[in-house]
Every structure is written in C-alpha cells, then in structure tokens.
C-alpha cells in the first residue's frame, strides 16, 4: 500500500531595471497601493511615446498611519523621461504595515513597458499574501497507482482589489492531458498577492504567472 507525499514549490523571476542597492528598510508588507490603472495614468508621456518602461527608488519617512511623506528620488532609470516625478505621485496613496512611526524606508517602484504599450502588466516577483495548504493539493491533483511521478502547472491570472486572484487560465501543463491543469486552475482562488510586487509594480490590474511544481512520492507502509 502506498500513500502520496505532496511538495509544491512556486518559482518568481525578477525583472526590471537595476537600481542602486539601499540600507532602507524595504517593506513588505501594504495595506494601501496604487493600481495598474493608477500607474497607467500616471505614465510619463515621454517615456509612453517613446515605449520604455522604467525604473525608480524613493526614500520615504513612514508615518503612524502607514502613510509615506517626504519621498526622495535617490535612484531613477532611464533619467530624463519623468518616471521619478510619477512615482513621487503613486506613493501618495501607499499604505505600509508593519513599520515604525518615522523610519525611513526604501520604495521602489517598475514602471512596466506593457503600460507604455497600453497593455496589462505581467508581474515579475509577487508577494504572495496566502497560498494553498498542502491538504487543498492534495484534495484537488488526481491520482492514481503508476501515475507521473512529476508535475508543473503554470497558471496566469488576473489581480482583483485587495491581491485575490480569478480569471487564471492554464499557461503550461507538464504532463498534458491528465487533468493537473485543470486541477491547480481549480484553487486559483486559494492565492492572493500582495498590493505591490517585489520589484514594486501595482499588482491590482495585473496580470500574475503562478507556477507550481508537484512532486508525488509514494512511501511504502511500514511493515508490521
């Protein structure tokens, strides 16, 4: 008799432009940020005309209320094309969780080329505020003796309010045609993100790439 040991990994790939390292504090957690939508508004005009995405790193003082004031351009890519202005203009409605009345804290903040294009975003490096147990996988992945021993699903969802995911479709499927898939779609609402990526785009609005990899171990019963 065997059982099945599930182990499930999510992957992040970061992109963007590369900015100067910092000593900040860097949040990671918010509970107010802007939306891909707030961002598109917002969009330099020079840099939409010209269709380049850019890159900025702000120095903030977090207040009690989470609210950021005095921010500071200390790092901006490409210079000359106004992402700095729009990013000073974003971090009037970010919200932090989590840090000190008065500390200073690094904010970092993409301005993805999709924009520029009038595209949606794809986000590179999520924060993800809640994941599917090890129990959710288990109930949802068929399963069968002699089965593949190996799987990869890739999800791409969209980002509503507050980082839940709906819409995901079924991006990579590794087998295909045993239903892992449609399985892994089926707990898309399981995940959500947080308000802002890692790299520091607005996640509501977005796009996100969610991929998992299942690993089914059987382990044979102990012998009495």
């Keep these: ?25 860097t949040p990671t957690a918010w509970t107010a940020a802007p939306t891909a ?19 900025v790193e702000l120095a903030c003082t977090a207040m009690s209320s989470g609210s950021l004031k005095d921010c500071d351009v200390i790092a901006e890519a490409p210079r000359g094309y106004g992402f700095g202005s729009a990013a000073r ?11 000190p009345n008065g ?11 999709a924009l520029a294009k009038g595209e949606v975003a794809t986000i590179k490096t999520p924060l993800w505020a ?9 109930a ?8 593949p021993n190996e799987m990869r699903v890739v999800l791409v969802c969209d980002v509503q309010a507050g980082g839940s ?4 479709v079924v991006d990579r499927e590794e087998p295909a045609g045993q239903g892992f898939g449609s399985a892994i779609q089926a707990i898309g609402p399981k995940f959500k993100v947080n308000l802002m990526s890692g790299e520091g785009v607005p996640a509501v609005g977005a796009k996100v790439r969610v991929p998992v990899r299942i690993d089914l171990k059987p382990v044979q019963q102990a012998t009495k």
């Design 103 to 113: 500390t200073e804290v690094r904010v970092p903040i993409s301005f993805p080329q």
């Design 1 to 25: 008799m065997t059982r099945l040991v599930f182990a499930t990994a999510l992957a992040a790939m970061c992109a963007g432009p590369a900015l100067a390292q910092s000593s900040l504090t």
């Design 165 to 168: 995911l709906s819409g995901c």
């Design 130 to 138: 809640a994941l599917p147990t090890v129990q959710d996988l288990q």
């Design 89 to 99: 203009t974003l971090a009037q409605s970010i919200k932090v969780a989590g840090v």
């Design 37 to 55: 939508a707030d961002m598109a508004a917002v969009y330099p005009a020079k840099a939409k005309a010209a269709g380049l995405g850019g890159g």
């Design 140 to 147: 949802a992945v068929p399963k069968s003796e002699g089965g």
